[in-house]
Nanobody
Framework: QVQLVESGGGLVQAGASLRLSCPASGRTFSRFAMAWFRQAPGKDREFVAAISPSSSITRYANSVKGRFTIARDNAKNTVYLQMNSLQVEDTAVYYC????????????????WGQGTQVTVSS
């Protein structure tokens, strides 16, 4: 089992920045690909960003490319999502997810999920 706990969400104005953190406990963190997804009210959960176990590969949704950066620190068992130039459309609950070995952009590929952290961007 892998336990994930997101933090760092909050209420900010458009144009501001936030950094989400997701420490993991349980199994060997460095074996897991990590990802961030988000879900806005009334919408499906959507992919935001993913990173491979060694950080050699990253993927981003087109809507966040150039504004968000995913990173991980395997020594701290933590994955981060740096969010810059936040827009009202980024308002959602953000979830951290993990799966063994291979990076993916589809939610059903991920076995482990955190409880989510709310990000609200006001205009």
């Amino acid at each position: 089992q892998v336990q994930l706990v997101e933090s760092g969400g909050g209420l900010v104005q458009a144009g501001a920045s936030l950094r989400l953190s997701c420490p993991a406990s349980g199994r060997t963190f460095s074996r897991f690909a990590m990802a961030w997804f988000r879900q806005a009210p009334g919408k499906d959960r959507e992919f935001v960003a993913a990173i491979s176990p060694s950080s050699s590969i990253t993927r981003y949704a087109n809507s966040v490319k150039g504004r968000f950066t995913i990173a991980r620190d395997n020594a701290k068992n933590t994955v981060y999502l740096q969010m810059n130039s936040l827009q009202v459309e980024d308002t959602a609950v953000y979830y951290c997810a993990a799966r063994e070995n291979f990076i993916g952009m589809i939610a059903t590929l991920y076995n482990y999920w955190g409880q989510g952290t709310q990000v609200t961007v006001s205009s």
